[in-house]
């Protein structure tokens, strides 16, 4: 089965500065893929690349099969886009934006458009330009969902949003999810564990891990390694520990390349005299930080502390 | 088809108070425009007219203003609009705003313009091609450009600073050329050439934007372009001899020169100059005029003059207009006005007298269809001309005294040589006496083929000037006689077509230099 979305070595420079590094990326059908990373990671650029707004200075993306620079027209008629900054026809009333809209889509449903209508209690008489920021949203939501897009692009779609609003929204397209791929960005790791099914992760324009999340979930483990007596952590740590620190005579680190037994067995390698390891799975949330700590205090030694808790010497 | 009657439809719904505007605009322009043929002899006729002047500027800052809000409805800059990552077809799109623009801008225009051609007595119907032709000068000169400088800019506020920019860059290019080019020959084609070049430049532009919204390749397009084109132009200025030997070809032989001058001063007609200011300076050289053939006339575009003292110093100017200046078989005198350095006039003046060489750029013009009435109280309808009467004329000392009054329709009529007669008295006097007539006559029109001209009103009025105005009654007697035009004496018009544009030298010897510098302020 082809992906829905791929990507060979996206590469995007403005000037000097690298946005994107060569980006490989697959999203299979039917998948929701939510591209998380903290600000200024380039997760709207990459989304921009995939919809055509901006062309990759390197590399190349397909979505739907079709090259992304060649996007327009009627292959619009399978995607739905919506975006947290996207300038909206506010002089229209909703009612007029979604009259518009119809003519455009053969596969228009004017059913669930009034079903969305009334799932999201739009005022269908009001102009885009008096409407809530959340009410935008839902109105940008219906005008995209109504004819049933084969993908759904949503570029920070809940920021800004209260709670309500933002699980009205999830609540749509999870309904949707059955017959669409979703491919959104954020940098909100909670609002999207609940029901992405894959996840990527983008620091600094690199693409750092791209997997499901079941995979994810099964490769990250924090571990606390108790010892008898303080030590100084090894300068060989494998590469995959993440954030190691020790506190007392608590090691704890992040494990990205758990593998059962055979990493139980690395640990205990490494700490022969300890008297307890723990390894839990972890939160999408954790594993996000422990990724972006990663980032930040890369080339920097990991601190460490005594077993009294003093800066070691 | 759908997708364009939809965009249509949405942009016709929102942009109604514009449209509304810009019909009213027309409306009143078209109603209003025809009191400036109307003799203005009255304060209310003035305010009229000067209404009709304010109207006739409001039409295109109506476009600009239909223009720049439906192309921005959909703005081709920025990465932030909705309709990008919709299913509009780009052509469509396209499509959409130019079906506005031919309902909601053209379609009034044209109309506007059938309403002043009937106003004026031409029938709209038999102007189908010119007001056509029209559109089309007005696609080029301004709905293309507003169209490329919309599609280029993000919104309303971004497209008005840009066309101010574009006026002031303009005026300074305008001011540019004036400065460094003081001596500029007239080229007959350059019209013919920068209309199809306009409509490329600014179309590329607008299809580029539409296409594949490449905004910076079409945006160092619109502005390399008339860059380029300006460069192009200038460089051509700066060697005129070959721009005008490509336009006007040299003759085949020395023989075949199409008419004779020879220097002709007298006692009454000396060689004059005329110093403008410490960098202009013209001599007038009086001239016999030899060898027109029947039928045909000669119009003088351009002149180049080479003077050479007795000791052998030369001066030679650039190509100069001679603002067509025409010669009939029987013309015997004229003047030719020549712009002379005056660095190098004064040079000359230490070995007056000199020689002359000309070299003149020449259109060979011949008679056509002539006309002749006995000229009616009311409209006459001159064919291929237009519909002139003859009216009172406002004097500011509070007199009045008859001119004649034409209208054509969509462009200046075809060059054309009138004759007729004035007369001395009012024109209640019946039948006056020789005594209390002079033959009159003039030249008017241009020999310009196209059907139409660029202008928002769709009639153009030719300025009609008849020699002999007022002639001094003597140096005994310093009031002069002011002619009137009458009805009821006889007119004939003659209208002459191109034949040939050529050049032509001759060489005058022994002309004597005024030592006397009289400035004219």
New interface residues.
């Given amino acids: 089965m082809n992906p829905t979305i791929q990507t060979h070595d996206l590469t995007m420079r403005f000037g000097q500065t690298e946005v994107l590094h060569e980006i490989g990326l697959a999203v299979p059908e039917g998948a929701i893929y939510a591209l998380v990373g903290p600000n200024g990671a380039g997760k709207t650029t990459m989304i ?1 690349l995939l ?1 055509n ?2 062309r990759p200075t390197a590399g190349g993306a397909e979505v739907l099969g079709v090259d992304t620079q060649r996007l ?6 399978r ?1 739905g ?1 919506v ?1 947290e ?5 506010d ?2 009333t909703v009612e ?1 934006l979604l009259d ?2 119809r ?3 053969p596969r228009w449903d004017r059913e669930l458009e009034r079903q969305l209508v009334r799932q999201f209690d739009l005022p269908l008489k009001r102009k885009l330009k008096h409407l809530s920021r959340g009410m935008r949203m839902k109105a ?1 939501f219906a005008s995209s969902l109504a004819y049933r897009p084969s993908l759904i ?1 949503l570029d920070e779609p809940f920021t800004g949003l209260d709670p309500l609003v933002r699980d009205e929204l999830i609540e749509s397209l999870l309904e949707r999810a059955p017959e669409t791929t979703i491919f959104l960005s954020s940098h909100d790791l909670a609002e999207i564990e609940s029901f992405a099914s894959h996840v990527g992760y983008l620091e600094e324009g690199r693409m750092l891990f791209s997997e499901e999340m079941t995979v994810l979930s099964e490769r990250f483990r924090e571990v606390t390694v108790t010892l008898a007596a303080p030590v100084k952590l090894p300068r060989d740590l494998p590469s995959a520990w993440l954030v190691p620190e020790t506190v007392d005579c608590v090691v704890r680190f992040v494990h990205s390349e758990y593998r059962g037994e055979a990493s139980e067995h690395e640990v205990a390698d490494l700490f022969p005299g300890a008297r307890d390891v723990e390894l839990e799975s972890m939160p999408l949330r954790s594993i996000f930080l422990a990724m972006a700590k990663t980032g930040r205090t890369q080339n920097h030694a990991a601190q460490t502390t005594a077993c009294d808790g003093r800066p070691e010497a | 088809m ?2 364009i009657l ?1 965009i249509f439809r ?1 942009d016709t ?2 942009f109604w108070p514009e449209i509304v505007l810009s019909l009213v605009i027309t409306a009143a322009f078209a109603l209003i425009y025809p009191v400036q043929w109307l003799p203005g002899t009255g304060e209310r006729v003035r305010e009229l007219q000067y209404l009709a002047s304010v109207f006739t500027g409001l039409v295109p800052v109506s476009w600009w203003l239909l223009i720049g809000r439906v192309v921005h ?1 959909e703005t081709l800059v ?13 052509k469509k799109l396209l499509g959409a705003k130019v079906l506005f623009l031919l309902v909601w801008l053209y379609l009034p225009f044209i109309a506007a313009q059938s309403v002043l051609l009937a106003e004026a007595g031409f029938h709209p119907l038999s102007y189908v091609p010119g007001l056509l032709f029209g559109l089309l000068l007005a696609t080029g000169i301004l709905v293309l450009p507003l169209f490329a400088i919309a599609a280029v800019t993000a919104n309303f506020a971004r497209m008005t600073l840009t066309l101010l920019g574009v006026l002031i860059a303009l005026l300074g290019a305008a001011f540019a050329a004036n400065m460094v080019n003081r001596y500029t020959a007239f080229i007959p084609s350059s019209d013919r050439i920068s209309l199809p070049v306009m409509l490329c430049l600014f179309g590329a532009v607008v299809l580029i934007q539409y296409a594949s919204r490449r905004v910076w390749q079409a945006r160092v397009l619109l502005i390399a372009g008339p860059v380029l084109i300006a460069a192009v132009l200038f460089a051509a200025s700066r060697s005129q001899d070959s721009l005008v030997n490509r336009y006007y070809p040299l003759p085949a032989s020395a023989s075949a020169a199409p008419f004779q001058l020879q220097l002709a001063p007298d006692s009454r007609r000396q060689v004059t100059d005329i110093r403008i200011s410490d960098n202009v300076k013209f001599i007038n050289v009086p001239l016999l005029v030899a060898g027109v053939p029947d039928g045909y006339a000669i119009q003088i575009d351009n002149l180049r003059a080479t003077f050479t003292g007795q000791d052998g110093f030369s001066w030679t100017s650039p190509w100069q207009s001679s603002y067509g200046q025409r010669f009939l078989p029987d013309t015997e005198q004229t003047e030719l006005q020549i712009r002379i350095d005056p660095a190098a006039y004064e040079r000359l003046l230490k070995t007056t007298p000199v020689s002359l060489h000309l070299r003149l750029a020449l259109t060979r013009i011949k008679a056509g269809v002539t006309t002749s009435v006995v000229f009616p109280r009311g409209n006459v309808e001159l064919p291929g001309f237009g519909i002139c009467a003859t009216r009172p004329n406002f004097a500011f000392w509070g007199t009045t005294d008859e001119n004649m009054d034409c209208r054509s329709a969509l462009h200046l009529p075809q060059l054309t040589y009138l004759v007729t007669v004035w007369q001395d008295g009012p024109c209640t006097t019946i039948q006056p006496t020789p005594e209390h007539t002079a033959v009159a006559y003039g030249w008017t029109g241009n020999l310009d083929p196209d059907p139409a001209e660029f202008g928002i009103s769709s009639v153009w009025t030719p300025n009609v000037t008849f020699s002999n105005r007022r002639v001094h009654n003597g140096m005994a007697d310093l009031s002069s006689t002011r002619w009137r035009f009458c009805p009821g004496v006889p007119f004939r018009a003659t209208q002459y077509h191109l034949v040939n544009r050529t050049q032509a030298s001759m060489t005058l010897t022994n002309i004597v230099l005024p030592a006397n510098v009289v400035p004219t302020s």
């Fill in positions: 921009k919809m707004i901006l327009a027209g009627e292959v619009f008629n995607i886009y975006s900054n996207q300038e909206m026809p002089a229209m007029a518009f809209m003519p455009f889509y940008a692009v | 759908n997708q939809n949405k719904r929102r409805a920025g990465d932030r609009q909705f309709w990008i990552t919709r299913p509009y077809e780009w």
